[in-house]
């Protein structure tokens, strides 16, 4: 085992116990986002999402499923390989197309740190048996609901409204762990090329409870080092907000089809280092594009995180300049599967963390029905 991983499990668990005081930034693994489409399009989904994804996007959105049962998987890898990024989706629609439900999983987590509390021998010797690996991980479980509203008496706008339960665990090894319980509520709409999106997140306020189980020798080493010895705390998640407009260039019966989406993360938690900030509101602009050649080859790209930043090579402090986190990707769909790829960025482009993405989509209803032609 090489030292840098050793040397991994001090700085991950004083990451957490940070994390594990009354504070409000907050869950901020639940908006990484998820699936290649929309990570390639910067996040920008809130209006256009209509497939299992939408659990997590904007529940409205999973109205649009026609087939009995889609499923969606996701994998990604940070901070070379040290961070998996997992995700697993279930939707269905009820049998009058008019309602859908889903359920999906969400894990961020580090695994196979080394725990090394008892590694080190009194007399300075190294005990490999006693050299363990313990796991960091947040979960996020969303049980999603959808139905079709008639909200205008023209038939061409069709409107949807949606909401997720949500629960969050969060668990450093045994050492600590915390519970949490939440709500989202979206909607969206469709005129002819127009698309719309509002999803507000953790409506009403997400409240996560930690407790700690700290061994008699754990909370030895914690006062030797100088470290507080946590006995309970929690953390505040409060609302987000997401806008969403989108517009489609050409007809549908066009076999080359173009897909412009803006969105605006309004957050409420405090100042943050988006472009436009308050003291008490934060606004966080995304762009994505989607490019598809008869909704089977996808071109997609995006740009988010945008932020305004101090110039340091002035002197002044007074000169700014704007970065981003960009990201781009392609997609495939051999139906009943559907392949998505991303490559895009935890940072903005000026000190960049590439990954690679990878989500798989597969139609059941669709597969079912190809089988049954084989037959006949």
């Known amino acids: 085992m090489s030292l840098k991983r050793v040397v991994l499990i001090p700085l991950i668990f004083a990451a957490h116990i940070s994390l594990a005081q009354s504070r409000i930034y907050v869950n901020e693994y639940l908006n990484i986002g998820v699936g290649a489409r929309g990570l390639a399009m910067g996040g920008a989904q809130s209006a256009s999402s209509a497939d299992a994804y939408s659990g997590y996007w904007n529940t409205a959105g999973l109205v649009h499923i026609k087939e009995q049962l889609q499923v969606g998987a996701m994998h990604a ?146 006062g030797k080092t100088g470290n507080e010895i946590p006995v309970k705390s929690f953390e505040v998640m409060n609302p987000r907000f997401i806008l969403g407009a989108g517009y489609s260039f050409f007809k549908p019966e066009n076999k080359i089809h173009l897909l412009a989406e803006i969105n605006t993360d309004l957050t409420t938690d405090g100042k943050r280092s988006s472009l436009i900030k308050s003291k008490s509101v934060s606004i966080d602009p995304r762009l994505g594009l989607e490019l598809d050649y008869k909704k089977t080859i996808f071109l997609r790209a995006g740009v988010c995180n945008i932020q305004s930043v101090l110039d340091d090579a002035d002197s002044t402090q007074q000169k700014k300049y704007t970065i981003f986190q960009p990201s781009m990707g392609i997609g495939l769909k051999f139906s009943p599967i559907v392949v998505d790829y991303a490559y895009t960025s935890l940072q903005t482009q000026s000190n960049p963390l590439f990954s690679h993405i990878v989500s798989l989509r597969i139609d059941i209803a669709n597969m079912a029905t190809k089988a049954k032609k084989t037959e006949d």
């Not at 725990?115 to 005990?127: A, H, K, M, N, R």
């Open 77 to 222: 890898e940070y901070f070379s390989g040290n961070a998996k990024y997992d995700f697993v989706t279930l939707a269905m629609p009820t049998k009058d197309k008019k309602r859908a439900l889903g359920i999906s999983l969400l894990r961020f987590a580090t695994d196979d740190i080394p725990y090394t509390i008892d590694y080190v021998q009194p007399d300075g010797s190294f005990d490999e048996s006693k050299l363990k690996s313990i796991s960091a991980g947040d979960y996020a479980f969303l049980i999603s609901y959808a139905q079709q509203l008639k909200l205008f008496k023209n038939p061409q706008i069709k409107t949807s409204i949606g909401g997720n339960a949500k629960i969050v665990f969060r668990n450093i090894g045994s050492m600590a762990s915390a519970w949490g319980a939440g709500a989202d509520l979206a909607l969206q709409a469709q005129y002819k090329k127009w698309y719309w999106g509002v999803t507000a997140k953790d409506i009403t306020t997400t409240y996560t409870t930690w407790t700690f189980n700290l061994s008699e020798k754990e909370k030895e080493v914690f």
